[in-house]
């Protein structure tokens, strides 16, 4: 199983803003899509953004033009700034990749543990 390494999540005041890093091995950061999901108190998990080795992005609609993904190749890693925050922002944000962009948005083989984002009002 591939090791996804998450950070940066914590507690933060709507309208801030917070950035979580996930970083990987290769070949999964080289060739596979990566990216985000998350899951709020209650409710499934859902998908929130990729990123392609080609740097092509999808997001979902509840957070375009708020979060934004990135890689750093030097670094192996992942970012996604997130900002102006919501309490419905709120919840355990995964990281996780696969080999096709399709599987990614709906079912990627690849999970990290996961980081906890609060955003309070």
């Known amino acids: 199983q591939a090791q996804l390494a998450e950070s940066g999540g914590g507690l933060v005041q709507a309208g801030g803003s917070l950035r979580l890093s996930c970083a990987a091995p290769d070949p999964i950061f080289s060739n596979y899509a990566m990216g985000w999901f998350r899951q709020a108190p209650g409710k499934e998990r859902e998908f929130v953004s990729a990123?392609?080795?080609?740097?092509?992005?999808q997001y979902a609609d509840s957070v375009q033009g708020r979060f934004s993904i990135s890689k750093d190749d030097a670094k192996h890693t992942v970012y996604l700034q997130m900002n102006n925050l919501k309490p419905e922002d709120t919840g355990v944000y995964y990281c996780?990749?696969?080999?096709?962009?399709?599987?990614?948005?709906?079912?990627?083989?690849?999970w990290g543990k996961g980081t906890l984002v609060t955003v309070s009002s």
């Open positions: 996780a990749a696969d080999q096709s962009m399709g599987k990614m948005i709906k079912s990627p083989n690849y």
């Open positions: 990123i392609m080795w080609s740097r092509s992005t």
